[in-house]
């Protein structure tokens, strides 16, 4: 099979092969009478071999796949894609979770229509617990970390404060249905935030590579780049907004945010000492304007994260760009 097998064993995989040619693909419940009592599921308690689990499944779908792959098409794994994100997730790989959990809910959309907001994948989303759902811990932490970022952002002054049912509701909910990447780029900013600050605490005083930092700070620019350009779509009389830069230029963006916005910078020390302490709307627009051409262009720049505190303060910088969007465009706050 060319793949070690956990929870499952070869019997078991051609037990579901057999069952996958037999059943009706066409119906969504035939999936149950394929994996019902093959798949090894998830600890709803607690991490228990994570990967393990994980392996077996991709193996398993990895198999039907190889064996029809019209018919794998065909087949609805939505709870499939559901379980390898929650298990993804408690590997702490979070593009990979949210990539799968997404998989789901496009899935649950193609075979059950907008029923699919009643289906397990959509509690992960919009971040909701229900008493039967089996992801409750994963949910909980998430919305304990976006919490955490929305009371900060709400606590700056004269910020008109902005709630989670907001955040969910107006945006997350609004935005699923039609743009589900930037969903999935935001909660996998949000949650790999602590991953890269710890990465930094735990690395020597001598430095080391700064990779995995930028990335994660270009995409905290790329959201808010996508961002503006759902709210200032390009039309035949603003054809040039591609590029940041010229989406600044947009006259309603300027009637909606007027300041002068920076997009150059030489040096992250230079982004980072032009900021200061300031928490506005143009220090957070110019500072993540900054940031999404800098880490776009160029993996090698001076090495500001030998102080831990420098990443965490363009990291939140970022989300209250994020936020001042959301609050405005999304939310409909007339005082951000």
């Known amino acids: 099979m060319g793949r070690e097998l956990y929870f499952l064993d070869e019997l078991k995989v051609e037990l579901a092969v057999r069952r996958f040619r037999a059943c009706d693909v066409s119906k969504p419940e035939s999936a149950l009478s394929i994996f019902e009592d093959i798949v090894p599921g998830n600890n709803p308690v607690a991490k228990e071999m994570p990967y393990e689990r994980f392996s077996d499944y991709e193996t398993l779908l990895k198999a039907l796949q190889s064996d029809d792959p019209s018919r794998y098409r065909q087949l609805h794994k939505g709870t499939e894609f559901f379980f390898m994100s929650w298990l993804a ?86 935005i699923i ?40 700070l270009f995409k905290g620019g790329l959201i808010f780049e996508s961002l503006l350009k759902v709210v200032y779509p390009r039309t035949d009389s603003k054809p040039d907004s591609r590029t940041l830069k010229k989406l600044f230029d947009d006259e309603d963006l300027k009637k909606d945010f007027p300041v002068e916005v920076d997009t150059y910078a ?36 001076d090495d500001i994260f030998i102080d831990p505190a420098n990443y965490q303060r363009l990291f939140e910088q970022e989300m209250n760009a994020i936020f001042y969007i959301i609050s405005k465009k999304f939310i409909g706050l007339q005082g951000t």
Request: proline content about 4%; overall charge negative; aromatic content about 12%.
């Open 177 to 216: 249905d039609r743009k589900s990447s930037l969903i999935t780029a935001f909660y996998t900013f949000l949650l790999e935030y602590e991953e890269r600050y710890n990465e930094l605490l735990l690395r020597s005083g001598h430095g080391g590579s700064m990779e995995p930092h930028l990335l994660h």
């Open 266 to 301: 030489n040096s992250l020390r230079k982004i980072i000492d032009d900021m200061g302490d300031d928490s506005s709307l143009q220090s957070a627009f110019n500072t993540t304007s900054k940031l999404r051409n800098a880490s776009g262009h160029n993996l090698i720049w």
């Open 89 to 174: 997730y408690d590997m702490r790989n979070y593009e990979q979770a949210m990539y799968y959990m997404n998989a789901a809910v496009a899935e649950d959309k193609g075979n059950f229509g907008e029923n699919w907001k009643s289906m397990p994948a959509s509690d992960f989303f919009f971040l909701e617990t229900p008493p039967t759902s089996v992801m409750a811990r994963t949910i909980e932490l998430t919305r304990e970390a976006l919490c955490r970022q929305i009371n900060r952002f709400s606590s700056i002054p004269q910020i008109l404060p902005i709630t989670m049912g907001d955040v969910i509701d107006k945006f997350v909910k609004v």
